[in-house]
């Protein structure tokens, strides 16, 4: 019987892994100021790129991405270290919205105070601040299932590996077929089966 948490973990991890990658390249922090001063502070704020953002977490998301990638395609140990690399990741973007939260906005206030426009003006957080938050608690709420139940999810067959050479082929025979007489069928049939029917 399959583990039901496979299904429901994988669409929560990719959707938090998605939604944290979008998020942490866009603008957490804006900068709210009067129509009058709104021209001067446009051009002060895309000459300076990425300084409401924080950069982390957008890598980190499409980290988590990847580490789902793996864990569908993996199998064994190898996927169980991937799902522990998944969690640490997912726990780093935490980390890095926690030290956002707590800096970012005074970090942009400061430059403004230094090379900003004089004018008056209110930070406020946007919300892909709040989707950041939203899709780093799904990673983790995901990756801590991964992590405990990744054992008993189901695997890519072994179909999809990479052919052996014929000195790594153990445990099964080769099939000869003779492709001048064979119905297609049987040749179908030796391919599905992992037989290379033309040695």
Not at 152 to 176: I, L, N, Q
Request: glycine share 12%; aromatic share 8%; charged share 15%.
């Amino acid at each position: 019987m399959s583990d039901r948490t496979f299904g429901p973990s994988v669409l929560v991890g990719l959707a938090g892994s998605g939604l944290a990658a979008t998020a942490g390249h866009k603008d957490w922090v804006a900068v709210e100021s009067s129509a009058r001063n709104e021209g001067a502070m446009t051009f002060f704020w895309e000459s300076h790129p990425g300084l409401g953002q924080m950069p982390l977490a957008g890598a980190l998301g499409l980290l988590l991405l990847a580490c789902w990638g793996v864990v569908l395609v993996s199998r064994g140990r190898p996927r169980r270290a991937v799902a522990v690399l998944g969690l640490g990741t997912a726990l780093a973007l935490v980390a890095t919205w926690v030290v956002g939260w707590s800096s970012l906005r005074d970090d942009v206030a400061a430059r403004l105070a230094t090379s900003g426009p004089e004018v008056g003006q209110t930070l406020a957080w946007t919300p892909w601040f709040f989707a950041a938050g939203v899709g780093a608690a799904l990673a983790v709420a995901a990756s801590a299932v991964a992590v405990v139940r990744v054992a008993g999810w189901p695997e890519m067959g072994s179909r999809y590996d990479a052919p052996a050479t014929a000195s790594a082929v153990t445990g099964s025979e080769v099939v000869a077929v003779d492709l001048s007489e064979a119905d297609p069928t049987d040749v179908w049939k030796a391919i599905d089966e992992g037989h290379d029917p033309t040695r």
